[in-house]
């Protein structure tokens, strides 16, 4: 299971109280995972700080995997977090076959969990560059839109088919997934108060990405901070796996603003107003991010979103934009100085 992997190289869980937590427990240095193993002790220990993250009964079969793939996390590991981390690493990086077949399918190499994207890999190519990969099935409705969305803020992706599986009853499935140049983080991983002048161009851009989207009659039903890509500080829209054409009945979605009432609009006609509404909410939970997002659980909540925008926004420009969204019901929505607005666009070649 050990081979093909370079976890210790492409992971970003820290590893610089390793020394510091090894001498605590008086045990021998290594750098070298093909070491003897640690002791039963130090799994125990590793199992606590999984308890201590909220993982209170660890799968042992996943436990026994991490020690084959990379037992010195068992030492290293200094956090709940650390422990999380590599725990989660085990359940989603695929077994040596699979990573096998797609390199040879891709010629790329599977090298671990991306730290900041639940279920999303890394990946390498041979001149160090580093990817993030999504694994779905090859036909999957997030694949088909994702080809229709280009040349705008979005993440572009590939669409890889490396392998296919046979079930119990004989189907058999294919396996695949999207392939993407990598970010950083999304914006539910930002903690920082962003500046007014920020958000307005990141508002435009978004205003853009939305407008491009309707255009070609696609209404993403899923725009929340987890599926806003950030690179260099640029937006980008992404998870296009709810998108439905405009008018027909919505399959799911899982945005912010409508967990209230979920039920009540699956299988009901996707609007316009859908994805400006949710681009709303996410602008104003980074303008108030100290304060976390609004409660939506509440009643009177599309009020306490536009109290919210006249309290946290003094920008004029910026404040009629989101105002305007609220209760936007158009296809396209546009702004003064539009024309001369230059968006950013995301350089993968999809072609690759």
Partial sequence: ERAGINALAICTA????????????????????????????????????LRQGGITRPNQNI?????????SVFISAS????????????????????????????????????????????????????YMFKQRPHDSNEIIFASRVNGMPFVVA?????????????????????LMRKFETSLSGNEFQ??????????KSMIIAINSMHTEGIVHMDLKETNIFVRSGVWFVGDFGSCVNHGDPIRETTGGCYVLTHQEIIGTPARWHHDWFAMTLVLV????????????????????????????????????LLLRMVDCEEQCMHFEGEGDFETVTDDFNVGK
């Fill in 79 to 130: 956090t709940p977090n650390d422990a999380v981390y590599w725990y989660e690493w085990t359940k989603v990086i695929p077994k040596t076959a699979t990573r096998e077949r797609f390199l040879n399918v891709t010629g790329y190499q599977l090298d671990g969990m991306h730290p900041q994207f639940d279920g999303i890999l890394l990946a390498g190519d041979d001149k160090g560059q580093l």
């Fill in 285 to 320: 939970n980074q303008l108030r991010v100290h304060e976390g997002p609004i409660d939506f659980a509440v009643a009177g909540f599309r009020d306490r979103v536009i109290a919210a925008i006249h309290a946290n926004c003094e920008e004029v420009e910026l404040k009629t």
């Fill in 158 to 178: 590939s669409s890889y088919q490396y392998a296919e599986t046979v079930d119990a009853t004989g189907e058999t499935h294919s396996c695949g997934g999207l």
């Fill in 194 to 203: 962003c500046s007014i002048s920020y958000l307005l161009l990141r508002c």
């Fill in 63 to 71: 436990m026994d995997r991490l020690h084959k793939l990379n037992n």
């Fill in 14 to 49: 820290p590893y610089k109280n390793a020394r510091n937590e090894i001498a605590k427990c008086n045990c021998p240095f290594s750098e070298h995972r093909d070491e003897a193993a640690p002791g039963r002790n130090m799994r125990e220990r590793f199992e606590e700080l």
